[in-house]
């Protein structure tokens, strides 16, 4: 069985810093890319960023300059460093890792942790 555990959200006033953080455990043969999606009220789940093991990076255009993906292979867990944050940024953050186990390809999300950007 595997298993993401996110953590990290809160509140935070507008401009302020979060770090949030997503640790895979169980048996995994491997894994490509690790990834944060979010999903804001009334709107569709989107891509935030994404970083492959060959620490090659993707971001979304709305986060470009002001979120940070890292990730630390041994230890199977990626991060998402927030700076400069807005309003707009309030969302459930989820983590997103396919991987590779005895049962074959496997796309496995974290539980979710709640950023809310508030004065």
């Known amino acids: 069985q595997v298993q993401l555990v996110e953590s990290g959200g809160g509140l935070v006033q507008p401009g302020g810093s979060l770090r949030l953080s997503c640790a895979a455990s169980g048996s995994i043969f491997s894994i490509y890319a690790m990834g944060w999606y979010r999903q804001a009220p009334g709107k569709q789940r989107e891509l935030v960023a994404r970083?492959?093991?060959?620490?090659?990076?993707n971001y979304a255009d709305s986060v470009k300059g002001r979120f940070t993906i890292s990730r630390d292979n041994p230890k199977n867990t990626v991060y998402l460093q927030m700076n400069s944050l807005k309003p707009e940024d309030t969302a459930v953050y989820y983590c997103?890792?396919?991987?590779?186990?005895?049962?074959?390809?496997?796309?496995?999300w974290g539980q979710g942790t709640l950023v809310t950007v508030s004065s």
């Open positions: 997103n890792v396919p991987v590779i186990t005895h049962q074959g390809y496997l796309e496995v």
């Open positions: 970083i492959t093991s060959g620490g090659s990076t």
